[in-house]
């Protein structure tokens, strides 16, 4: 019989796990346990000198469960499935979205690298970046999304600090205007600073699009990272991040989350593991409301301006990125209502069926005013310039009736 690569949607209900490991049970049980027990001391021994690098592992060998600092049944089967979609080696899954971020900028930056980063990005991320990173010695340099490829190469070589470059980071589309940039070009531009000693990584945060609707790694990231609160969970009943990468990438992000601890609970991960199974479902009539809800509000009177990649003009620049880089276009909604905070809170005010809270992506709408609530951090000048202002509102378009969510913003509109 010929053979049949199965899409993720459907290894998600079983992949890497085995049920005759698990007196049979269909569905992976929670190994809420914080260490594991050896055959042997022998087995111990083997199983540590591979954990910490002392040896090669054999070709037919695997890392044993040691402790659930380390590894965990529950961790590994939701990394293995969560592999799936990115297509890469290997995944890490951590606590929350900014425990992977900052585990991944202490891992690969040091005092003097530069770290060349994209704007607008999520509050936490750009507070990390811009408040924490120059108190250890990391040289911060933010560009646009309008920026050319040419100029943000001279940009930083004109820094002085081109040979320091260490990693490009972006959000495409970005938190919350959704702009979008070309990653094959920020491709090109860590390849044009990289060298024989050194490679500059380019890292995107692929959670307002991810994992079904971009796939960066296939356009020459070499790190992906996801709060996997948002999609991937789906819920709002938990808080996780996630991070994939080759092999040799992922030794190195699971070896300092070993040490700082910031793995993810096997609680979390078997909660995440249920969520997969609906993922692409979810995301599938997520996205289909989106884009009846952007349309809607594009025509609405009292609405300035909607920022939303179903609405890019064709034959724009952001358009032919859009169509190259992404399968859908997403189900965040960002637009300025006509007025500014007054207006914006008096419409939020009146929603029914939309929920006032942050986060994002989860099967409810939520609606929430990010120049006070998740980019009230932000500097004011840098919040200026990427467009976030008193009259810009997001939306997170959840699995409701799309008639119903109409309703809904047409009323609160009113």
């Not at 600092?69 to 990394?79: A, C, G, S, T, V």
């Not at 793995?263 to 991960?269: D, E, F, I, K, R």
């Not at 986060?359 to 500097?379: F, K, N, R, W, Y």
């Amino acid at each position: 019989m010929s053979t049949h690569n199965m899409s993720p949607e459907s290894l998600m209900m079983s992949h890497g796990y085995k049920p005759e490991l698990s007196q049979g049970a269909v569905k992976c049980p929670i190994f809420q346990t914080s260490t594991f027990e050896y055959k042997t001391a022998e087995e111990g021994k083997a199983f540590f000198e591979i954990a910490y690098g002392l040896r090669e592992k054999g070709p037919q060998e695997e890392l044993g469960l040691i402790y659930s600092r380390i590894n965990n049944p529950n961790l590994e089967i939701l990394e293995n499935r969560l592999c799936l979609w990115d297509r890469a080696d290997d995944c890490a899954v951590f606590e929350s979205g900014m425990s992977a971020i900052s585990t991944v900028l202490l891992e690969f930056l040091k005092p003097g690298d530069l770290l060349v980063h994209g704007n607008p990005l999520y509050g936490g991320t750009d507070h990390f970046i811009n408040h924490f990173l120059p108190k250890i010695g990391i040289h911060t340099l933010d560009v646009h999304p309008d920026e050319s490829e040419e100029n943000i190469i001279k940009m930083i070589s004109e820094s002085g600090k081109g040979d320091k470059l260490a990693m490009i980071f972006l959000e495409t589309p970005a938190n919350p205007t959704n702009a979008i940039v070309d990653i094959e070009s920020y491709k090109r531009i860590s390849d044009h600073f990289s060298n024989k000693e050194k490679q500059v990584l380019l890292t995107v945060d692929n959670t307002y699009m991810g994992p079904l609707w971009q796939h960066p790694l296939q356009f020459g990231a070499d790190i992906v990272l996801y709060s996997a609160t948002k999609y991937i969970g789906g819920h709002s009943d938990l808080i996780a991040g996630a991070v994939l990468s080759t092999a040799e990438l992922m030794v190195r992000v699971k070896t300092l989350r070993t040490f700082l601890g910031n793995m993810l609970s096997p609680n979390s991960a078997w909660l995440l593991l249920r969520s997969l199974e609906t993922l692409k479902v979810r995301m599938d009539q997520q996205t289909k409301n989106a884009q009846e809800i952007a349309q809607f509000l594009s025509q609405h009177p009292k609405v300035e301006k909607v920022y939303y990649l179903g609405l890019l003009k064709e034959g724009t620049k952001e358009f032919t990125i859009y169509k190259k880089q992404c399968e859908a276009p997403g189900a965040m909604i960002s637009f300025d209502i006509k007025g500014g905070e007054k207006e914006a809170f008096l419409f939020m005010n009146s929603l029914k069926l939309f929920k006032i809270a942050v986060s994002l992506g989860s099967t409810e709408s939520l609606v929430q005013h990010p120049i006070t609530m998740t980019h009230a951090g932000v500097d004011p000048e840098h919040r200026t310039q990427m467009g976030i202002t008193d009259k810009l509102i997001r939306l997170s378009i959840g699995i409701e009736n799309a008639k119903d969510i109409i309703w809904d913003i047409e009323q609160a509109l009113a």
